[in-house]
């Protein structure tokens, strides 16, 4: 994420060290770019996303007239935040909850950005997360083009590896999602997730928002197919994975 980082890395030649057993990239673009920047052996890099250390039973969701709709994250604008709240002020019939910033941030955002149906939270400790994200209906990865880090560097969002999709995921909840690349090496359409293709445009947002809403079905299934696939995503297995490779 920096010039004075990628310097050390090549100067020094960090990353052919004898001493360094093996390299773990969160995501196949990382480890692409990698072996094209620092030419390290294929042999010496692995790729193993992100994870989960939230265990819940799968609940089939139930028909409300009424949806929660839930985001978990940073209240940054380059993830989603506005179209969030774009999506709360042209839909009245469901209730949009943010998880995520600090308390002072929470209160200044709510001052600007208030509405019947919009419910922000300072950011919760991990052990609250499990009961918190069951009580939704649907989870939300709203990114925009460039998503930046903490701290605001770099652009992220070919390489990313989202926390919070891996907790959705382990929630048993229909994800709505950017159309963002990356995601699909963990998420494939329609079946594990609804990708946005126009995803800059709430009114897209909310069309797949009203079809979901109308069709339980479709909505545990995609929740189901989320929900198994990330077993093996989490933290005890993926701590198997990384000793068995080492």
Known sequence: ESRIVNFIYKFYNVFNKKSLLKIVAITNTIKDKYLNDFQIPKNKIIVLPSGTSINLKFKKSLATRKLKIGYFGSINVSKGIDTIIKLARIDKENSYFIYGGQKEQVMKFTRKNYLSNLFIFPHQNYRELPKILSRMDILLLPYTKSVTAA??????????????????????KIIISSNIDVLKEILKDEYHCIFIKNYLNPYEWLKEIRKIQNNIFKRNIIAKNSFIKVDKYHHKNRAIKYLEEI
Do not use: C, E, Q, W
Request: no cysteine; charged share 15%; hydrophobic share 35%.
């Open 151 to 172: 701290g605001n560097v770099s652009n992220i969002t070919k390489y990313t590896s989202p926390l919070k999709l891996f907790d959705y995921m382990a929630a048993g």
